[in-house]
Every structure is written in structure tokens, then in C-alpha cells.
């Protein structure tokens, strides 16, 4: 679960804040002074931090610098009112990841954090993925070395330097960003920025002022310029992931972006020229995607200059081992665990698993494994029953372990029933995405929810 902690001295909106990011799954915490918050910082270890630049004791500035010498890691993002506008992107060039203008929609909030994480995560696994280029062992490692994977990586070095606009396709948890991301650093883009936007996670009230940004004043709330990502792309590549959940209107915008290189803010009156190539990602064929409707054919065409298509693990099942210990050799680090392997039983129940969650899924599994192993290899008793088909108590054990450290921690029962709602959401919302082999359409469905709401819950709840 992400943990938020909101800083600001007014009372109100930390209750305000704190109830709704609640009611979305988030874990929150807060502080009205920067001397708390700091505090906060050292004992909770809060994912993202909402911050407030004028506090009585000290000013945000001051904050975000104790706080990057705690854990840079932790995400900033700046509340402002509409005359702070200038510190907030002062704020920005000294580390913040985004603000957020007072007053603001709790949708406004949610999709600010998520996108923060989304483009911090792909920060990260392109530092990785830097490394790992020196280093072809260390590309095995990440990506496999069956015939079908070695495909796909020559398709990346053919099409990385050339400017061409490709579609990476393939199930949920194939590693569509990982090829991306792949894509941008054999290009001669690398020394710019890669972003990062999940279209299927847009509120439809924000999708164009994401995409193309807005004049001060384009509508209610835009109390400044804003940027869209193809501006923040400049010079580097622009990741457009689950495209064919943007509205048709949008759709049509983008077209017209795509062949007139140029966009226009919301409420503006000028083009603005573009220099970003564009590389989309579909869990959905988009050739079934136009027979459906959701996606414009002149699009596609427009979209699909070259096409990457990443097969499912299970279709290749001899790179199960190697991903399989990759994931062990992070799990091992990042849990300050000695595990020497895993014993043939587990491989075998591993190479024989269908894994409908793909990479994804096995990377889940062996972190969750690890975390649980008792010796100095991994067994069948670590694995979820999902895989051996036998019940255990172990996730029961798990939340167990969990409500005492909360209790231990001395959370309010209001926290700890958050927890736990938050808990039950996870688990049913993961069983329901393994039957349907990581369909989030039918997920949805099931969970008589929208798409929207069921990608809000997959990054509030972190799944993967």
C-alpha cells in the first residue's frame, strides 16, 4: 500500500485529504509543521510526501532538503495556493516531481502521485537498464535468452536508432516498459528524458491537458501554464502505455499531433513545435482494438510504423530459471536475506506454472517466497497455492504479523481498519486478475467496477 504523508498547517485539509486518499486506498499520515514531517520521514518511511511550501517553523525548501538526505527516494509533491506558483516551480527544479494548485479535486491528487511513481519507477529501471547494457549477461538476466526473446532484442536494435514510432505489444506483465525503456537508451534520444503516461489511468476530465498542457486560465483551476508531456518529452521519447483506453476525441487530437509535430495548450492560441518520438504499449492487439471500436484506424496506421510484439512466459518457459534467479538476486538484496537458490521441487513447480501474469507475476512471486523462506533455499511451501495447488495458512500468518506490527506501531483502530479493507481489496482484485490472465477489461467487469476506478486501485494498492 503507498503510504502519503500530508504536510500543511491547515487542520481542515489534512482531514480533508487524509479521509478521501483513504477512501482510495491510500495509507496516510500527516504532520502540520516541518519539523513533524521530518520526524515522520524518519519513522514511517512515507512513499510520497504532499507538501505544503509555507509551514510556521520552516519553509517547504527546507524540508524537501532534510528530507532528500533521509531518502531521496521519496517522492515530492508541492501544494500551492494560486499566488505560490513561482516557489512550486522552484520546487521542481530542486527535486519536486510535481504540485498541485489550492483549491484542488482529490482526483487532481491521485493522479499526481501515481504519475510521480509511474515516472519515478521508470527513472529507476532506466538507471538499471544503463548497467545492464554494459553488460549482455546482465541483459540475459533481465530479459531471458529463448529464441523468441533474442527476436525481440534484435527488433529493438534494428528500430533504436531510427526515429520511427513503435508499438510494443503483448499480455500484462510481458515487460512492454522494459522494451521501451530499452528502446530509448540504444537511441540517439538516450541523453534526454523518457516519459511516461498510462492512458488507462487518466481521469477523461484530464487526458487532454495531460497530453497537450494549458494556458492560465483554460478552464476552472488552471491558475497558471502547464506543460503537456510532449513539451516535458522534449528531445527524448514520450511512452504512451494502454493506448487504446484514450477517448476518441483525444484520439483524434493526438493524430493531428502526430502528423503536424506541433501541439496547442487548452486556451492557448499558439502551435508549439515537437521534437519526441512517440512509442506506444497495448495489452490489447490494437488490430482487435479497431474491430471493437476503441481504437481509430487512422491511428493505428499513424502509430504502428513498427510493431514489437513480446510473447507470454509461457511460450517460452525455458527463461523461467533465469528470471527466476534475477528476481531472487534483487529479493535477496533489498530483503537482507542469505537464500543460495531454489530446490528442484520449486523449479519444477515454477517451469510447469502457466503464469497468466507473465514476468510480472513471477517476479511477485519470488519476492513474496523469499521474503517467506526458512532455509537457505526456496521451497514448495513458499510458493502461493496457486502453483501447488494445496491451501496454506501462510497469507493468514502473514496478516497476522502485519496487525501486530500496526498495533505495535500504535495505530488507531480508523488506520488499522484501513489497512485491512485495503488488504481484502488486494487480494481480491489479484485471484480475479490471475482468472482472467491479466485481463483488466474483464477484471473490471467482474468487479462491477470501471476501468478507471480498477486502474486507480492497481497503483494505490501496488499491484503489479
Not at 44 to 58: A, G
Request: one cysteine or more; glycine letters at 6%; proline letters at 3%.
Amino acid at each position: 500500500m503507498i503510504r502519503v504523508l500530508i504536510v500543511d498547517d491547515d487542520e481542515d485539509l489534512l482531514f480533508f485529504l487524509s479521509r478521501n486518499l483513504e477512501e482510495e486506498g491510500f495509507e496516510t499520515i500527516s504532520a502540520n509543521s516541518g519539523s513533524e514531517a521530518v520526524s515522520q520521514v524518519k519513522t514511517d518511511q512515507p512513499d510520497v510526501i504532499l507538501l505544503d511550501l509555507k509551514l510556521p517553523d520552516m519553509t517547504g525548501f527546507d524540508v524537501m532538503k532534510k528530507v532528500q538526505e533521509i531518502n531521496n527516494e521519496i517522492v515530492n509533491i508541492i501544494i500551492t495556493g494560486e499566488g505560490g506558483i513561482s516557489e512550486a516551480l522552484k520546487a521542481i527544479k530542486l527535486g519536486a516531481k510535481d504540485y498541485v494548485v489550492k483549491p484542488f479535486q482529490t482526483e487532481e491528487i491521485i493522479f499526481s502521485i501515481n504519475r510521480a511513481l509511474e515516472n519515478q519507477k521508470l527513472s529507476k529501471e532506466n538507471r538499471e537498464l544503463k548497467q545492464a547494457m554494459i553488460d549482455k549477461d546482465i541483459i540475459k538476466e533481465l530479459m531471458g535468452e529463448s529464441l523468441e526473446i533474442d527476436r525481440v532484442l534484435r527488433q529493438v536494435d534494428v528500430v533504436a536508432p531510427t526515429d520511427m514510432t513503435v508499438v510494443v505489444q503483448g499480455e500484462s506483465g510481458t515487460g512492454k516498459e522494459v522494451i521501451a525503456n530499452m528502446i530509448h537508451q540504444k537511441s540517439n534520444r538516450k541523453g534526454f528524458p523518457i516519459i511516461a503516461l498510462n492512458c488507462g489511468a487518466i481521469p477523461d476530465t484530464l487526458v487532454e491537458s495531460e497530453l497537450f498542457g494549458y494556458e492560465k486560465g483554460a478552464f476552472t483551476g488552471a491558475t497558471s501554464r502547464k506543460e503537456g508531456v510532449f513539451e516535458q518529452a522534449k528531445g527524448g521519447t514520450l511512452f504512451l502505455d494502454e493506448i487504446t483506453n484514450l477517448p476518441e476525441a483525444a484520439q483524434a487530437k493526438l493524430l493531428r499531433v502526430l502528423q503536424e509535430k506541433k501541439v496547442r495548450h487548452l486556451g492557448g492560441k499558439k502551435d508549439i513545435q515537437i521534437d519526441t518520438r512517440i512509442i506506444t504499449a497495448s495489452n490489447v492487439f490494437l488490430t482487435d482494438a479497431i474491430k471493437e471500436g476503441i481504437l481509430r484506424e487512422d491511428l493505428f496506421y499513424r502509430l504502428n510504423e513498427f510493431s514489437i510484439v513480446l510473447p507470454p512466459l509461457r511460450e517460452r518457459n525455458e527463461d523461467i530459471p533465469i528470471l527466476a534467479n534475477y528476481f531472487l538476486s534483487k529479493s535477496k538484496i533489498n530483503l537482507g536475506k542469505d537464500i543460495d537458490g531454489f530446490t528442484p521441487e520449486t523449479m519444477e513447480i515454477l517451469m510447469e506454472y502457466s503464469w497468466p501474469g507473465n514476468v510480472r507475476e513471477l517476479q511477485n512471486v519470488v519476492k513474496k517466497a523469499a521474503l517467506l523462506a526458512k532455509s537457505d533455499h526456496i521451497t514448495p511451501d513458499e510458493l502461493p497455492s496457486e502453483l501447488t495447488g494445496k491451501t496454506t495458512d501462510l497469507d493468514d500468518n502473514l496478516k497476522e504479523m502485519d496487525l501486530n506490527r500496526l498495533l505495535k506501531k500504535g495505530y488507531s483502530l480508523h488506520e488499522i481498519t484501513q489497512h485491512v479493507v485495503a488488504s481484502i481489496e488486494k487480494e481480491v482484485i489479484e485471484n480475479v486478475l490471475i482468472k482472467t490472465k491479466y485481463n483488466k477489461s474483464e477484471t473490471a467487469k467482474i468487479l462491477q467496477i470501471d476501468r478507471k476506478t480498477l486502474y486507480s486501485k492497481l497503483e494505490t494498492l501496488n499491484i503489479k
